[in-house]
C-alpha cells in the first residue's frame, strides 16, 4: 500500500535566523537517507526560487553527505537520483518529498510520500488540507514528530 508520511515540526528556536525553513533541511535529509537505500526521490517545491534554495544547500553539504541530485531539466538523461523541481516530474521516482503547500495531482504515482506541518499556523492548515486530501485518496497515513 502507498504510504504517507508526515512529520511534524517543532517550534524552531533559530527559525528567524535560518537560511532555510527547518523542514527543508529535514527534506534534504531524508532525500540523502532515500538515495543511501538505493532508493529515487523527486523533491517539489512551489517554485523555482524554492527549488534553487534546496539545490544549493544540497551542494553545501560535506563530502561525506554528499546527495547526487539535480535541478530539474539538468542533469544526466534519465535524472539524477534525486531530482529537485516544481513541475510534474518527468522520470519515475519511489519517493515524493512534498515542500509545496498544495497536494500534487501526480503524488499518487509514488510509492512513498514525504509531507510536513511546519509549525507556522498558515502553514500547518495548508498541511491539514494536504492531509485531509491524501487520507480521501485511501493512502496509509503516518505521523512523525522530527527533532
Not at 517554485?47 to 563530502?63: G, H, T
Not at 513541475?87 to 503524488?107: C, G, K, S
Request: net charge negative; with cysteine; aromatic share 10%.
Amino acid at each position: 500500500m502507498k504510504k504517507v508520511t508526515f512529520y511534524i515540526m517543532q517550534d524552531p528556536k533559530n527559525d528567524v535566523e535560518a537560511s532555510m525553513p527547518h523542514h527543508h533541511e529535514l527534506a534534504c535529509k531524508l532525500a540523502g537517507e532515500f538515495y543511501q537505500q538505493g532508493q529515487r526521490v523527486y523533491i517539489h517545491t512551489n517554485d523555482e526560487s524554492a527549488a534553487n534554495q534546496v539545490d544549493e544547500y544540497l551542494w553545501q553539504l560535506d563530502a561525506s553527505s554528499f546527495v547526487p541530485h539535480n535541478l530539474q531539466g539538468e542533469g544526466p538523461r534519465n535524472g539524477a537520483p534525486v531530482e529537485i523541481g516544481f513541475q510534474p516530474p518527468r522520470h519515475r521516482y519511489q519517493v515524493l518529498i512534498n515542500l509545496h503547500d498544495q497536494t500534487p495531482q501526480f503524488a499518487v504515482n509514488f510509492n512513498q510520500i514525504i509531507d510536513f506541518v511546519p509549525h507556522q499556523d498558515g502553514l500547518k492548515q495548508q498541511a491539514r488540507e494536504r492531509y485531509k486530501h491524501y487520507r480521501q485518496t485511501g493512502l496509509q497515513l503516518l505521523t512523525v514528530n522530527a527533532e
